[in-house]
């Protein structure tokens, strides 16, 4: 499905409330050089709050629920056969809680991003901000990375600190970490889409816009 300039036709895999896939649809309404536009919303559960957002949007959505399919492989191939028609050429994981083999992942090599709540490698998994709470570290944060076949692996574009507070509750915290992902997730997505994200193993390099 990959072209071979940047990408610019985005689809965005959310399981959740879609606060990210929010931040994405604002930037690229709202800047006319971000070089990329969300052109299907794709989803694992029909109650995934991020669909309306779409719809609000005036974005395509999909829905492809993981628990229809016996396999994982089924419900990937599923989900590829419902978003192919959107020919997207980048895909976004915004809160998306499954993971993504090579079945799926192959149609967009190193053109799958993911926003992570905890400064990668430490506290992959999808209780980031409980376990990093739990281990009682004083910095978390989030890391955006491109998507390989293991779990919050793969090459990191970006990453920021967020402090955390003595009477921090798994909510509060999460919070404040959504609210630096809101601004993270936006800039690596238009790096993507300005061709200004520059891969060397695992090794990844943004040059500055323009
Ligand atoms: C985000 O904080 C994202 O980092 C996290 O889910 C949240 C979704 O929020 N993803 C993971 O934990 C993936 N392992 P949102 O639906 O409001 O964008």
């Not at 499954?98 to 992942?105: A, E, G, K, Q």
Request: with cysteine.
């Amino acid at each position: 499905m990959p072209t071979s300039g940047p990408p610019s036709r985005l689809a965005v895999l959310v399981s959740g409330s879609g606060s990210n896939l929010q931040a994405l649809l604002d930037a690229t309404a709202a800047d006319p050089g971000f070089g990329g536009e969300v052109v299907v919303v794709g989803t694992d559960r029909e109650d995934a709050g991020g669909l309306a957002r779409a719809r609000d949007a005036g974005v395509a959505t999909v829905v492809q629920p993981f628990t229809d399919h016996a396999e994982r492989s089924d419900f990937e191939r599923a989900l590829l056969a419902d978003l192919a028609p959107f020919e997207p050429d980048a895909v976004v994981l915004a809160g998306f809680m499954r993971i993504l083999s090579s079945t799926f992942l192959s149609a967009w090599p190193d053109r799958v991003l993911n926003t992570h709540p905890s400064l990668l490698p430490a506290f992959r998994g999808a209780h980031a901000v409980r376990e990093a709470l739990d281990h009682g570290v004083k910095v978390t944060g989030c890391t955006v990375h491109l998507v390989d076949e293991q779990v919050d692996h793969g090459p990191i574009v970006a990453q920021e600190p967020v402090p955390v507070r003595d009477d921090d509750t798994v909510t509060s915290l999460h919070r404040r970490i959504q609210t630096v992902e809101h601004r993270l997730l936006p800039t690596c997505v238009a790096a993507l889409c300005q061709g200004r994200l520059h891969l060397d193993g695992r090794h990844v390099r943004l040059t500055p816009p323009g």
